[in-house]
């Protein structure tokens, strides 16, 4: 079946640093949205992408539809403890349409 | 709260029972999905349904697992003769627009019902 490759799986950082989280395909898609889970809960959808090249943000939070339409990548900008979370991105395929989801990025906060 | 409804949060089940959940979409969305989440892993596709009728259900086992979303009413996850492999976080979401078209709609999602069996 069809992949997304989100990466990395997971990651420790310490408060105040910058993320930096993407997702690949060797398929071409025409949506990109990104999604934050937290624990006990149902994921949230943080950004919505349409157009290749596009950059959109939302706070601290920066996502890009890539230029080949294969990827996209999230940035969190001087994280805080409340960023921690599983994060999901999820692509529609051009082909046919169908939404395909990474495995998630893992964040979790150094005290 | 105009969100997606689900309910129950929380069901407890013995082997051989039937589990029922239910989804009540955000208003105005008529596209449900079923996503079914295993502690620590990513998010499974199960069921696409559009009002009454089934979309997709590739994602769904052919055996004890139905869906439905009627003209009135709630989207129901049914299993029947649960197993303990059916533990999981069950999620449903809800578009305004169908995945069928080229302009998608984004999904929002419930809570989640979380099964677990005895």
């Known amino acids: 079946g069809q992949q997304l490759n989100q990466s990395p799986q997971s990651m420790f950082i310490q408060e105040g640093e910058d993320v930096s989280m993407n997702c690949t395909s060797s398929?071409?898609?025409?949506?990109w949205l990104w999604y934050k889970q937290d624990p006990g809960e149902g994921p949230v959808l943080l950004i919505a992408?349409?157009?290749a090249g596009e950059l959109t943000s939302n706070g601290r939070l920066t996502a890009q539809f890539g230029i080949t339409r294969k990827d996209s990548f999230l940035n969190i900008s001087a994280s805080i403890p409340s960023d921690v979370g599983i994060y999901f991105c999820?692509?529609?395929?051009?082909?046919?349409?169908?939404?395909?989801w990474g495995a998630g990025t893992k964040l979790i906060i150094k005290p | 709260n105009a969100g997606v409804m689900q309910n129950p949060r929380h069901l407890v089940r013995r082997r051989g029972q039937e589990a029922r959940l239910r989804c009540s979409p955000m208003?105005?969305?008529?596209?449900v999905y079923w996503y079914r989440q295993l502690p620590e892993e990513g998010l499974k596709f199960m069921v696409y349904?559009?009002?009454?009728?089934?979309?997709?259900e590739s994602g769904m086992p052919k055996e004890r697992f139905s869906a439905e979303f009627p003209k009135e009413g709630p989207s129901i996850l049914r299993i029947q003769q649960v197993v303990r492999g059916d533990s999981a976080a069950y999620f449903c979401?809800?578009?305004?627009?169908?995945?069928?078209?080229?302009?998608?709609?984004?999904?929002?999602f419930g809570e989640g019902s979380r099964l677990t069996v005895l």
């Open positions: 398929s071409i898609f025409n949506t």
């Open positions: 992408l349409y157009k």
């Open positions: 208003k105005g969305h008529s596209h």
């Open positions: 979401a809800s578009s305004q627009r169908g995945l069928s078209r080229r302009d998608t709609g984004e999904l929002f």
């Open positions: 999820a692509g529609q395929l051009d082909s046919n349409y169908q939404l395909i």
């Open positions: 349904l559009q009002k009454e009728n089934i979309i997709d």
